[in-house]
């Protein structure tokens, strides 16, 4: 116990606390990414999306039962409650940094992808209970680091794109997965269909539909301009 204080001890004479705070930040921020990918595949594939009961936020607990912790319930309401009265944020305003150490900030993010998710299930109850599954091809340098799917239903339709990988993807776990520096000309295809465009439910921007050789597709520079993880739901013209 006496190591174990010392070792965690803010002090000069403790310089171990300092060099580990430097090896756990990329790993934290990658966990993070990685947190905020599965979050939306387990909610947006076929199935019935299991939520472990504490992990509407970020969980730093390690398993059973080290899991089996108190949870702030308070705090969980007090947050959302926040999210829904500022649903409506500026045009094409950024959503926080995944990668900022302000539990805040990246807790309020992972809340927010999982309440509107939710939300969106909820509204479009059969293109997520009856609605196909579309496995999407991704196109381009960094098309390993992206896993990207749609589902479909009637004239519904709805594309998921999320990161992996993302240790390599930003070397090592520095920078952001935001921007075309990162993705450059990347893409996924998209499914045939009368959209015009696709509208992303966690930043609100409408994002228009490239054409290559009468081939529809989605640049990632611009899905994930803003937010690291993006699902995007199109409405089919009326023939």
């Known amino acids: 116990m006496a190591f174990v204080r010392a070792v965690l001890e803010h002090s000069s004479a403790n310089p171990f606390l300092e060099d580990f705070a430097q090896f756990h930040e990329p790993i934290d921020r990658v966990g993070r990414l990685n947190s905020l990918s599965q979050c939306v595949l387990k909610m947006t594939s076929p199935g019935v999306p299991d939520i472990y009961q ?16 108190p949870i702030d319930y308070a705090r969980r309401f007090q947050m959302l409650a926040e999210l829904q009265r500022d649903a409506e944020p500026p045009p094409n305003s950024p959503c926080p940094a995944p990668i900022s150490m302000t539990d805040a900030q990246d807790d309020k993010l992972k809340l927010q992808v999982t309440w509107k998710t939710l939300a969106l299930r909820r509204k479009e109850s059969s293109l997520f209970q009856q609605g196909s599954y579309i496995s999407l091809r991704v196109n381009g340098e960094k098309s390993a680091h992206v896993v ?4 479909r239903y009637g004239g519904r339709i709805a594309v998921v794109a999320v990161p992996r990988l993302c240790a390599t993807l930003l ?13 450059g000309e990347t893409n996924f295809d998209v499914p045939q269909s009368r959209a015009e465009c696709y509208h992303n439910i966690f930043t609100g921007e409408c994002l228009s539909i ?3 050789g009468k081939k529809p597709f989605l640049k990632l520079a611009d899905v994930f301009r803003f937010c690291p993880v993006a699902i995007l739901l199109g ?3 009326a023939s």
């Open 54 to 69: 504490g992990t509407e936020l970020f969980d730093f607990s390690l398993v059973d039962p080290d899991n089996r912790r």
């Open 148 to 151: 990207a799917l749609a589902r």
């Open 171 to 183: 070397s090592g776990g520095t920078g952001t997965v935001c921007g075309s520096s990162v993705w």
């Open 210 to 212: 490239k054409d290559r």
């Open 235 to 237: 409405e089919e013209k």
